[in-house]
């Protein structure tokens, strides 16, 4: 492919979607939520503690109280406002005050702008937080709308959301502090002009990109449950009204970006509302009167729920809708709309800049000279050509690489080269290596390098004629000339020393403290070795594994052994001086398993009772590392170290450490120590590993606290794995610890690596996030890097971008194979560049920007306050809306929130980066949990992370018991959870099944062999084995859902009220948090609000 033709009008993919269809949800058994703390999210324009609060300019205000305000002015008659109902700039019935939100700089916490004051209430928590009443913020969101990048009219019939009015928040609860300044419960003020907008927009000459934009209900209430009575009017069978695809208005059909096809007739806008019906809202058929009474077949949705300061009175009608969650962007719908469009066709490499299908659709990959998706995943497919551009979006331009992937068995893995003697083709100046973008000129004698424009010589042994368009004729005979992804084999000259390195070795390095041999551990594992160092890695056809294996057992001094083939019984060898750290044997301590079979299988038998009655508990840890360092070093060999360890390390030896942990130092300034290394000894200690190709995976056991955050720190460096089984205990855990060690012994990986990621002139990558060490700006340096491991790059501009020739990323890694083959493993990938801020947009991948997001902000709390962290996650989210709102979607109402279709999902899965244990810990989560998961996401790929940040629901009992297929997910929402279904919760590293208290007693016979729901063991870890087709799915699909993660998922059963249920709803990330995050809901409009605050 020539590099400098322009780009096809539209690359095949890069279309806007169609308007999504209808999807089935789960009906929901009400239950009562949890009691949630104290928020950081100040209510939407409501009080926020912190900053004086001073009146708007010509109202008298009282100072807000603390207590509840006396009976008399607790309800505000319909007419008038009621203080605390309307922010700064919104007054009911009447023009926006001219008073301009003051914007602070610096960093500040959600909603902390200097508001008007609000006479404070003592908060009543609700299930999914309180009841919001009425229009808050009038014209703050004078309407929100998703489909095109036009507002939608609204449906007549079925289930209406209400005129596009404001939103009203219930975005977190301070102490002592109304959410809402409530109406008395039933009544609504009078609507305004203003919230009768429809929002609509004249048909555009040319169509922006696809945007999603969304109009709110009339405002605050709870949320109504899914229907399980009689259909309204126009509802269709478990899902939204027919007129209403997808729970989403669709756009006036003049305005259709082209593409677009229409899913459902457009309903007629409903009559404009006059400000003279005091009392009364919209009705769902567009007319006005009382709200309607409940449904029959189902209750309010509180019964109970209190009356906030009003007198009780005879039973109220349904207090007002607040804003819908079905009526926002959807991850369940966007996943299956991709799955449907996407995952039937082959994705084909061969055009440049295409966005491929996202990471949860399965695709068959191409390769036709760019390389697979599954290598390499952008935030952006089209990058601007200026960096002004860049810096005007502020979308980060960022890479996640993953060199060593492995494919589904249908794709082939990348075709190795041999140059022989001469070595890959390499560009004299930039030494970037030949690929299928370099241009072949003077009749095939020379090429010219396409990352920066050196003209080179093609070597006579190289040389090959071209064809009538300038193609070398043998150009699909090479896969250097025609594929995106293939390897080199490498000369003597990449090697170190200037000689061939010999095969790795791995060594296991066993805790025997009264811990370890006390838990059943030693003896587990020593079982399990023998059998497992059948199944070493090795390379294509080979009969057995090249690589060598040695022992070590450790407590607060170091045990070698010999194993060598010719001695009858293993030989220990003690090194007690643990300050100067050396190996007393080189011959026989690293051998070839099939020949010292029999001497391994004695020592491993021989280990569990020698240590049977130990009494020492104190460990040594860097000491051990360094040991497993020397010994490669004198083998003159890499390979990697596998560290069994269970405690502390407090006994007195270099890289001794103390219990630091401290949870006062959450959310103050000095919360970043805890994820910082104790001591700089590790760091050093790393840095040699890396040096001498040793790479560390440490399995930890801990009873308490351990400081991963500093005994992590080697893994970390050396490209290793961190795997942490708390408590251990042999009969819960064994499954998943096997399970974590079998997959981890046998998978592929490249040692002593370096890495190097070139681009075209124009852009450089200017930062890396991952498991690995840098000790210069460019290459990075792994003692080991797995097919699970990725490699995140950022990129800044340098120079401008030419339109024409795009841009192109080449990474490069260097490593020994498994069987001690030094390769090049090249992959190639060309972008194209825009002048409008329009085509970038339509090109971005969200899942990837969360990846990027996530690892920024994660490696971000190493050196700042955790809340300074999440303030720049938000103000960077916003920013990249306010540029689109601004500069891409089409003018329309300030109220509505309009999001580029392909990044319509960036609040809610950005609201989930927020609320992770990393950024806003729960009670029960431990600092060494945070630092485990913090290094654990560091070096996750888009699936992973996809995955863990909003996890997977699937109800069980909706589809047919003999599909063979996974069950459609539902939404994370405890709205979702019907109480007479099972469902199943994966996030890649836990696996939940929920059981509702009303679940079938036949079905929880077929599932658990119990006969009801008070006899199944809430916290049971293994399903029992039955013969019957329930049984079977279930156990079938949580085995398929184990296979696609990197790491065994230990199944928890939570029943419906049980005390295992607060972990579980933990994970259900649309609703607010424990922690205090906000709910799905309340962050879109703390979204909004900010979005509209810059744009102001």
Known sequence: MNVNQSAPPVPPFGQPQPVYTGYHQSSYGGQPGSTAPPTPYGAYNGPVPGYQQTPLPGVSRAPPSSEAPPASTAQAPCGQV??????????????????????????????????????????????????????????????????????????????????????????????????????????????????????????????????????????????????????????????????????????????????????????????????????????PNGSFGPARGPQPNYGSPYPGAPTFGSQPGPPQPLPPKRLDPDAIPSPIQVIEDDRNNRGSEPFVTGVRGQVPPLVTTNFLVKDQGNASPRYIRCTSYNIPCTSDMAKQAQVPLAAVIKPLARLPPEEASPYVVDHGESGPLRCNRCKAYMCPFMQFVEGGRRFQCCFCSCINDVPPQYFQHLDHTGKRVDAYDRPELSLGSYEFLATV????????????????????????????????????????????????????????????????????????????????????????????????????????????????????????????????????????????????????????????????????????????????????????????????????????????????????????????????????????????????????????????????????????????????????FGAFYMSNTTDVELAGLDGDKTVTVEFKHDDRLNEESGALLQCALLYTSCAGQRRLRIHNLALNCCTQLADLYRNCETDTLINYMAKFAYRGVLNSPVKTVRDTLITQCAQILACYRKNCASPSSAGQLILPECMKLLPVYLNCVLKSDVLQPGAEVTTDDRAYVRQLVTSMDVAETNVFFYPRLLPLTKSPIESATEPPAVRASEERLSNGDIYLLENGLNLFLWVGASVQQGVVQSLFSVSSFSQITSGLSVLPVLDNPLSKKVRGLIDSLRAQRSRYMKLIVVKQEDKLEMLFKHFLVEDKSLSGGASYVDFLCHMHKEIRQLLS
């Open 493 to 768: 000259d990449y090697c170190k020393n200037n000689k061939f390195p010999s095969p790795p070795a791995f060594i296991f390095m066993i805790d025997v403290s009264y811990n370890a041999v006390r838990s059943g551990l030693v003896r587990l594992l020593c079982e399990e070795l023998k059998s497992l160092l059948d199944f070493l890695p090795r390379e294509g056809g080979a009969e057995e594994s090249a690589i060598r294996v040695g022992f070590v057992t450790y407590n607060k001094v170091l045990h070698f052994y010999n194993v060598k083939s010719s001695l009858a019984q293993p030989q220990m060898m003690v090194v007690s001086d643990v300050a100067d750290m050396f190996v007393p044997l080189l011959d026989g301590f690293l051998v070839n398993v099939s020949e010292s079979r029999a001497v391994i299988t004695s020592l491993l038998d021989q280990i569990p009772e020698m240590f049977a009655d130990t009494r020492e508990t104190e460990t040594v840890f860097a000491p051990v590392i360094q040991a497993g360092m020397e010994a490669l070093k004198a083998a003159e060999c890499a390979g990697k170290l596998f560290l069994f360890h269970t405690s502390l390390p407090i006994a007195e030896a270099p890289g001794k450490l103390k219990n630091r942990d401290d949870r006062k130092l959450i959310n103050t300034d000095k919360e970043k120590t805890l994820f910082q290394p104790q001591t700089g000894a590790y760091q050093t200690l790393a840095k040699e590993c890396v040096a001498q190709g040793c790479c560390v995976d440490l399995f930890l056991f801990p009873n308490q606290y351990v400081d991963v955050a500093t005994l992590s720190v080697v893994p970390q460096l050396t490209g290793g794995s961190v795997y942490k089984y708390a408590c251990f205990q042999v009969e819960n855990d064994q499954e998943r610890f096997l399970s974590d060690l079998r997959r981890d012994v046998q998978k592929v990986v490249g040692f002593d690596a370096v890495m190097r990621v070139r681009t075209s002139t124009g852009i450089r990558a200017v930062d890396f």
């Open 82 to 283: 009621a203080y605390g109902q309307f922010g700064q700039g919104d007054v009911q019935n009447g023009p926006s005050s001219t008073v301009q939100m003051q914007r602070f700089p610096g960093s500040q916490p959600f909603g902390s702008v200097p508001l008007a004051p609000v006479v404070s209430q003592p908060t009543v928590l609700q299930p999914y937080g309180p009841p919001p009443t009425s229009a808050q913020v009038t014209a703050q969101l004078a309407g929100m709308q998703i489909s095109g990048a036009v507002a939608p009219a609204l449906t007549p019939v079925g289930l209406g959301y209400g005129p596009p009015t404001s939103l009203a928040s219930a975005s977190g609860s301070f102490p002592n502090s109304g959410l809402y300044g409530s109406y008395p419960q039933g009544q609504t003020p009078p609507l305004s002009q203003a919230q009768g907008h429809l929002g609509t927009q004249p048909p555009q000459r040319s169509a922006p990109p696809q945007a999603s934009s969304f109009t709110s209900p009339a405002s605050g209430g709870p949320r109504m449950p899914s229907m399980t009575g009689p259909l309204l009017p126009g509802q269709g069978f478990g899902g939204p009204s027919v007129s209403q695809p997808n729970h989403v208005s669709s756009p006036p059909p003049q305005a259709l970006p082209p593409g677009t096809q229409m899913t459902g007739p457009p309903g007629p806008p409903p009559p404009m509302h006059s400000s003279q019906q005091p009392g009364y809202q919209l009705q």
